[in-house]
């Protein structure tokens, strides 16, 4: 199974992933033809998140989650409270995309 999101080659992207325990297994996510170091994929709710067989591109946003890795890749960063795994592929592309600001008051 792909996941693809069609979207302009110049678009920053945020994903949000909804769920507190999240799973992908024998998949490829991407977003078409927008290079990895501008997604975030955005677990904001997630305490677990399992990925098995997968090939992720972007930075996985995950800051209360446990990533368990078999199996996969990532081509991003990886932003989690804390990985296990084994036999994975890991290359280093930090975040470049520029996304508006709001601001707080």
């Known amino acids: 199974m792909e996941t693809l999101f069609n ?3 110049t ?3 945020i994903v949000n992933v909804t769920g507190s325990n999240v799973s992908f297994n024998a998949t490829s996510m991407a977003c078409g033809s927008v290079p ?13 998140v399992g990925i098995t067989q997968t090939s ?4 996985l946003l995950a800051p209360l989650a446990t ?3 078999r199996n996969s890749s990532l081509s991003g960063q ?8 084994m036999s994975n592929g890991f290359s280093s592309r930090p975040f470049t995309g520029r996304l508006p ?3 707080c008051e």
């Open 7 to 9: 979207v302009p080659s």
């Open 36 to 48: 990895d170091a501008r997604v975030i994929w955005n677990f904001r709710q997630a305490t677990a």
């Open 56 to 59: 992720f591109k972007g930075t």
């Open 11 to 13: 678009s920053a992207i």
């Open 78 to 85: 990886l932003i989690a409270y804390a990985s296990v795994g």
């Open 101 to 103: 600001l709001r601001r």
């Open 67 to 69: 990533i368990t890795y």
